[in-house]
Nanobody, 122 residues
């Protein structure tokens, strides 16, 4: 079984910065993609940013130029640097690991973290 442990959420004023981290642990052979989703109250969960093992990235339009996703494949860890935060960035941020291949298995699975709260005050 694979676990995703997130850290780095909190309360910050508008214009401030936060850095989220998510480490995947378990008998992992490889992970195709890692990323971050967020869900604000009363809204659907949405993709914030994702990165493949090869380094290709994808961002939501609303965060382009402000957020940067990075990944350490050796540590199975993904980071999200969030700058110029806005009140509308307030949400629970969920880490995602897609296409996880574990030792002894022939198929890949997806995993989610528990979520970390990010609150941006105006």
């Amino acid at each position: 079984q694979v676990q995703l442990v997130e850290s780095g959420g909190g309360l910050v004023q508008a214009g401030g910065s936060l850095r989220l981290s998510c480490a995947a642990s378990g008998s992992i052979t490889s992970i195709v993609a890692m990323g971050w989703y967020r869900q604000a109250p009363g809204k659907q969960r949405e993709l914030v940013a994702a990165i493949t093992s090869g380094g290709s990235t994808n961002y939501a339009d609303s965060v382009k130029g402000r957020f940067t996703i990075s990944r350490d494949n050796a540590k199975n860890t993904v980071y999200l640097q969030m700058n110029s935060l806005k009140p509308e960035d307030t949400a629970v941020y969920y880490c995602y690991a897609g296409g996880v291949l574990e030792y002894g298995l022939r198929y890949r699975r997806d995993y989610w973290g528990q979520g970390t709260q990010v609150t941006v005050s105006s």
